[in-house]
């Protein structure tokens, strides 16, 4: 088999059982082969490269018996036997709250909120970070780096720390202040870049082919990494009471998230571990970054990359790189793909906060807007189970609806002040 060299860093040797029940890159386009490495483009077609297992058989008490983090599933993933063993953030296992309140706002009859804002540094990213790690240490590389639009910088830098490992963090300059110092909290070695998140992913991509040792997690790591995502799908299952969702609706950046629930719920179902049934997959996306959403929309299979302007900065990837798989999802299953103002997404935040106490960012804002929108226009039926996944904390993201809340009113400190707001 030949491999794809696609940068510089020196792979130590890879010791039995590395990569678990992985057996090869495999790639998404043309179906070529490539060994395990750091590898992420097929040398054929240059297609993107995603992990290929031998799965063994798999029971619902063995992982039910595993720890509660994204570890009970490791044989699902490209890690080793005795990840438990390194030192890393056990991310996973987020709640599933039923969102009584929620579904009776929006006129959905059963309606859960998968909440991944309580995971380590407050999203979803400790996810895929987690199982990026282990394929750096595997690799031998001596540091550990993104571009990140903020939660992913969060999460690499944290997991760096606790790895013991050199960390460097590449970010939009823009970025919200709350994002910034999550990260470099963690890290010395955070790296403000004039440019948008496309800018700065193609400025790691050249670091990525120049330094020698560096593990970029959704660069030269990226397929291992995107596999740590299909945890929220097999969490999802399991929680309930292994069955899949009849609807789910999932944000959009570069779309890795919603294709790898999906591969994750297909893996299930080969597995036997839940019954084979039609779901549908929504995907939603911001106003002013929706490339997929007009693709899917004009009913084209090309996404025409956008210059990114909203207040939703964790999806604002105007070059998306699963775009084209997340259209191919959604037409296929029976859903679609939706956006949203920036005045919607506030209200969403607002939303989801008054009728279920969860404080989401602007990610979680365009996707509760987006289940508005899509009951308001039809698209989704609200007599079916659904669920909405929340991938981070609002602490990240106050600046979106600073403007939105606040005091009712400023009074003296006395009763008669108090009964004059009329709040009583």
């Known amino acids: 088999m030949s491999a794809v060299v696609v940068e510089k860093t020196s792979v130590a040797t890879l010791r039995e059982g590395a990569f678990g029940n ?60 005795d990840i438990e063993t390194s030192p890393n953030t056990e991310p996973g296992f987020t709640r599933l709250l039923k969102a009584h309140n929620l579904g009776a706002e929006l006129g959905i009859d059963n309606l859960w909120v998968k909440d991944d804002s309580t995971n380590p540094t407050n999203s979803f990213k400790d996810r895929v970070v987690a199982c990026a790690l282990s394929a750096a240490r595997e690799f031998g590389s001596k540091v550990f780096a993104c571009p990140s639009t903020g939660n992913l910088a969060n999460a690499v830098a944290a997991a760096g720390a606790r790895a013991g490992i050199k960390t460097v963090v590449f970010i939009p300059s823009n970025l ?6 999550n990260s470099a909290i963690f890290t010395e070695s955070l790296v403000a870049v004039d440019g948008n998140y496309d800018d700065v992913n193609k400025l790691a991509s050249e670091i990525a082919g120049e330094e020698d040792g560096w593990a970029f997690v959704n660069v030269n790591v990226r397929p291992y990494y995107a596999e740590g995502s299909k945890t929220l799908g097999y969490e ?27 591969k994750a719920f297909q893996e299930l179902i080969t597995l036997g571990l839940v019954e084979d049934k039609p779901y549908r997959v929504f995907g939603a996306q911001a106003e002013g970054c929706s490339p997929v959403s007009v693709a899917y929309k004009a009913g084209v299979d090309a996404i025409r990359p956008v210059k990114p302007d909203t207040i939703a900065k964790s999806l604002a990837i105007g070059n998306p790189a699963d775009g084209i798989y997340v259209l191919d999802i959604c037409r296929e299953t029976g859903g679609a793909v939706e956006d949203v103002t920036d005045d919607e997404v506030r209200d969403g935040i607002v939303l989801l906060a008054r009728t279920e106490g969860i404080f989401t960012e602007t990610a979680g804002g365009t996707t509760v807007a987006v289940l508005r929108k899509l009951v308001e226009t039809g698209q989704l039926d609200t007599s079916l189970e659904t669920v909405v996944i929340n991938t981070g904390h609002g602490l990240k993201t106050l600046d979106a609806v600073a403007g939105r809340v606040g005091p009712v009113a400023t009074i003296a400190p006395t009763y008669a002040a108090f009964a004059a707001t009329g709040i009583a």
Not at 32 to 40: I, K, Q, R, T
Not at 240 to 261: C, E, F, M, N, Y
């Open 176 to 181: 919200e202040q709350p994002k910034q110092v």
């Open 22 to 81: 992985a057996t090869n890159l495999s790639c998404r386009e043309c179906g070529h082969l490539v060994e395990l490495g750091p590898h992420y483009a097929c040398p054929e077609c240059f297609g993107p490269l995603e992990i290929a297992y031998d799965f063994p058989a798999v029971t619902r008490e063995e992982i039910e018996a595993g720890p509660r983090n994204i570890w009970r599933y490791k044989a699902l993933l490209p890690v080793p036997t």
């Open 236 to 262: 999802i299952a399991e929680q309930l009471g292994w069955r899949l969702p009849d609807q789910i609706v999932i944000p959009v950046a570069s779309g890795s998230q919603l294709t790898k629930v999906h």
